[in-house]
């Protein structure tokens, strides 16, 4: 069994504006730690433990019916008991949206027990994170198209979280 999520990967353009918000949020913080460059992504719908790859990629195909617009768009945090979740924000587009309810959607109807809750997209880069009382951590702004949607692993290998591909989905605009 696999600990499987859909996600959209970043360009160049986004992953260096989120690692400088990082790093801002990195010097700002009493204690926590920034997410690693490359496990910026931003998840369409968390699957859980499967290894029904074939029926999740066939889903990922019939819902990925165009491309769509990523832009960063503010930040936030989750309170947690050790630190809080710091994010950053993407706009909440009718196309993403669309996109996440069709691949959700698409997933309970094959059988699997996704969670019915509202999507809400946004980018994790710091997790624990306690921050000094002065911080002002500045959001740099970017924006992609998202032709390529990906199916990946999550593992945790010596106490970190490590990301890979299993497989992904292509649309140049049907």
Known sequence: MMRLFIAINFNDEIK??????????KAAARRGRVVRRENLHLTLAFIG???RVDDI???????????????LNG???????????????VEN??????LAGRI??????????IEKKRFVPHITIGREIVLSDTADIRIQMASMEADEIFLMRSDRID???VYSEVGSVLNSGR
Do not use: Q, Y
């Open 16 to 25: 260096d504006a989120l690692c400088e918000t990082a790093a801002e949020l």
């Open 49 to 51: 433990e499967s290894n």
């Open 75 to 89: 930040a936030g945090a989750f309170k947690g008991r050790n630190g809080d979740l710091h994010w950053v924000g």
């Open 93 to 98: 587009t009718p196309e993403l949206r669309n």
């Open 159 to 161: 106490g970190r979280l």
């Open 104 to 113: 959700s959607g698409g997933l309970r109807e094959a059988g699997f027990e």
């Open 57 to 71: 990629l066939d889903v990922m195909e019939e819902s990925f019916t165009e491309p769509v617009r990523i832009s």
